[in-house]
């Protein structure tokens, strides 16, 4: 007891006293220079995990939801607005971003084990991928989608009828937006239930 008590007082006179050599000013100014560079890299290496570039580095990714991907209107498209797989599947938020960033790790386990290394192990779980991510998007009201998408910016009178009513239900029932639009990125998986088939 008396040798926690020991290093709990040198401890605090480290802390009340930090040196001898450098005065208090030089050691909060070498803290926030050495924050500035932890902060900058941290956000460096975390902006670089959002490439388009990094997500297909594997080929579980690039021979499968990236050829697909390159079908749809969010790669290629009259306005040349191109969404990335970090727009639809990594919130903008720093809170919301750090949770997924952690929630992905679970992707790097996958590769790991290689459950999903062939095509045929990748569509033998893609149901299961899918309502999981459907899941995290119905979770935060399709947050991701509305960085772009919004609702109330929408001109109805410019859209098809089709889109018109389903949308106005949308707004007045506080729908998300995948609710309706699974599959806008990617194929449907099989063997979905129905209330997905949205």
Known sequence: MADSNGLIGRCWQALRHPSAKYSLLTLLLAGFI???????????????T??????????????NVYEEYKKTIHYSNR?????VCSDCHVPKE???KMLRKIQ??????????????????????RLQLAEREWKRMKANNSLE??????????????????????HEMAMKDGDACIDCHKGIAHQKPQGMKEDDEG
């Open 50 to 63: 959002n490439t388009e570039a990094f997500c297909i580095g594997c080929h579980e990714m690039r021979e």
């Open 104 to 125: 992905a790790t679970r992707e790097l386990y996958g590769k790991v084990t290689g459950s999903v290394d062939t095509h045929e192990k990748f569509e033998a779980k």
């Open 34 to 48: 050495g924050g500035i560079i932890f902060w900058g890299g941290f956000n460096t290496a975390v902006e670089a």
């Open 94 to 96: 720093w809170g919301p």
């Open 79 to 83: 306005t040349g607005v191109r969404a």
């Open 145 to 166: 989608c509305r960085n772009c998408h919004s609702l109330v910016s929408m001109d109805s009178e410019k859209q098809k009828q089709r889109a018109r009513k389903p």
